[in-house]
Each structure stands twice: as C-alpha cells, then as structure tokens.
C-alpha cells in the first residue's frame, strides 16, 4: 500500500491547491447551482487526469525515433526495444557512442538510421527505409525528439546564424520528416509525440533564439492536432524540466561557441556589452546545467506513455517544478511571472558596460 506521501505527488498538490482556488471563486461569485456543477466538472477532469489509463498491446507495432544519439532518443530507443516495440531509431552519426550502444545492447528489432534533419534526402532516405520495415505492420508513432540548443544568451547577442540553425533543426526539420512519415502513421491511425521545452511556451530570458524555434514547433504541432483528429492520429507534446542530455552541458562545446560568437559579433555590441559580460553569462549557464537533473526517467516515462495509453494526454510536464513554473506563467499578472523569471535567469553579476558607465554618471 501506497503511503500517503507517495500519493500526494507535486502535481496532485498542485491540483488540490487551484481546487481550493476554485471552490472559493464559486463560493464567492456564483450561484450554488452553478457553483456545485462546475466544481464537480473540475473534481471529475482531476480524477481523470491522476488516474492510470489504459495500456495499448505493442506487438507489431513500430516507433520511429529522431535524435538517438545521446539523451532523451537514446534512452526512449532503449525503452521501446525492451517493451517489445520494432525501433526504428535515427542517429546523426553512425559510429557515435550512442549508436555503437543501441547495436550492442538492443534487439534485432531496432534499426538504425542516419539522418540529419537539414538534409532532404537524409530524411527521404528514411522514409524509404520506413516503408520497406513497416510493409505488414504499419507506423505506429513518430518520435520528434531530436533538436539543438546552440546559444544561451541576450537576444541582441545572439547571431542570426543561431536563429536560422535553431530553426532549421528544431522547427523545419521536425516538421519535414513529420509530413514524410504522415502517410505512413495516417494509415495506422498511429501517434506524433514531440518533445518541446517550455520556452517555447514562456519567454526565458536568454533563450531567444532555441524558444522561438520551439515556440514554432509548438504552434504546428497543435495545428496538427486539430487537422489529423479526423485520421484518427493523437498529436502530443512533451515538456521536459531541466535536464542533462546530449552536448547541452558539455563545456567545451559551450566553449567553443563562446569564442564564435566573439568573433562575429559587431565591434558596437562588444563595446556595449563586454567581453566580460558575455563570459558571465555562459558560466551562469554552466552553473545552472550542473543542477540540471541526471535521472532521465520522468521524460521517458511520458513519452512511452503517449505512445502507448489509449488516451494519452495532450501536453505531458516532465520535471521537478514545472507545474509551478506553468501557473506562475499562465494565471499570474506580468509583474508576478516576470520577476519570477528574472529570479530564475537573470543572476549576472556583471553589468554590460554600457549599462556600468549609466550607473557611474547617475552615482556622481
């Protein structure tokens, strides 16, 4: 038996609070009639939400997986193959520690891929490869999880060839080998899950370029959703907390974009802001991808859940705080949600010279 602080998970917690909420609204505002009746539409939407659903069998059915590499993919591309599932499972580079994993420890069930999500023949490469697999089974689901972070920082820091590459990845490439692979899981009657970020929901300081690629993603995704409901596709989205996946903490990649980024930017901006500046913000995100957590398991957890529940949810929040962070952003007044995520991002304790030499004129 369960103890009762196992039951009481965060976002249960959460939900008994905003019920409270709820039912002193009503008790204020409304009617009893109507007072009794929407908060029973609210208790049955929390029992519904907290109650385990319905797994779907797996046999003969086939996920295809993007960004197995490392991460999220690699972990899932594990998952799948150990519940039975045929992987197909992409990888940006053949002979990466990751791939050379997946052909050791995974099933002759799993077949790898490579595919870089710039390239249109890498992904009609795949389509070709999917249909050939898929002859008698059939797609079952489509796992977008491949994507790039390539620059935390100012969003008048950040280059363009950041904005483009961030998108290219991220929102076009996602969305080309999502309509390839749509005949295919429109046939099955198949899932889309796609892991996002929560940037793309709310504006993080210093994550202008990566957020507007996810914030893209996002918007087709839910489009998507509305259009292939008649096919009989459930689109879903994955919003993963802070995690340590990939190259995303790998100092010396962050290093190395450090450098680029110093070489390319306008002799104007570098005397605005200062080379110092630049440097505290990259080890402000250093730091803060050191308490990043290792334990990928919430995110694989939702993503095996979206693709096999019989009614999966819409949006999955996987993390520690996010169902917080989501009420801060969403029902706060600006001036609550916008210093809570300055609190968050915004901890330099260098100012941009420009900005030094205002305070220096204002102190004499």
């Known amino acids: 038996m369960c103890s009762p602080a196992a039951l009481l998970t965060p976002a249960r917690l959460l939900y008994l609070v905003l019920l409270v ?144 590459g961030c998108m290219e990845v991220n929102f076009f490439g996602t969305l080309e080998i999502t309509k390839a692979l749509l005949p295919l899981l429109r046939c099955s009657k198949g899932r889309i899950v796609t892991v996002s970020s929560p940037a793309g929901d709310h504006s993080f300081p210093f994550l202008a370029a990566y957020g507007s690629s996810k914030a893209a993603l996002n918007r087709v995704m839910d489009t998507l959703r509305h259009e292939l409901k008649p096919w009989g596709i459930k689109v879903c989205l994955i919003q993963p907390g802070c995690f340590k996946t990939g190259r995303s903490y790998d100092y010396t990649s962050w290093e190395y974009q450090h450098k680029y980024q110093l070489a390319n930017l306008t002799e104007e901006l570098l005397q605005d802001y200062g080379e110092e500046y630049l440097s505290e913000t990259m080890r402000l995100f250093l730091d803060y991808g050191r308490t990043a957590c290792e334990d990928l398991s919430p995110v694989v957890d939702s993503i095996t859940d979206a693709v096999i529940a019989e009614h999966p949810k819409t949006k999955y929040l996987s993390g520690r705080g996010l169902g917080l962070m989501y009420f801060i952003g969403g029902y706060m007044p600006f001036s609550v949600s916008d210093s809570f995520f300055r609190a968050v991002f915004l901890n330099n304790r260098v100012l941009p010279r420009a900005l030094q030499k205002q305070h220096c004129s204002t102190d004499e």
Not at 51 to 79: E, I, R, S
Not at 99 to 108: G, H, I, T
Not at 133 to 161: P, R
């Open 21 to 164: 909420l709820l039912q002193w609204l009503c008790h204020t505002y409304l009617p009893p009639a109507l007072s009794i009746a929407l908060l029973s539409v609210a208790c049955c939407g929390v029992i519904g939400m907290s109650a385990p659903g319905k797994a779907l069998p797996v046999a003969g059915k086939t996920v295809f997986v993007t960004g197995c590499d490392t991460g999220f993919g690699n972990a899932v591309a594990h998952k799948f193959d150990s519940l039975g599932f045929q992987v197909i499972a992409s990888v940006l580079d053949m002979s990466s520690p990751g791939a050379k994993e997946l052909r050791q420890r995974c099933s002759a069930r799993l077949t790898l891929v490579q595919v870089d999500l710039t390239k249109a023949e890498d992904i009609q490469k795949a389509l070709q490869l999917t249909r050939t697999l898929t002859l008698e089974t059939g797609l079952w689901a489509l796992v977008n999880n491949a994507g790039i972070c390539v620059h935390f920082g100012d969003a008048e820091l950040s280059l363009m060839s950041t904005y483009r």
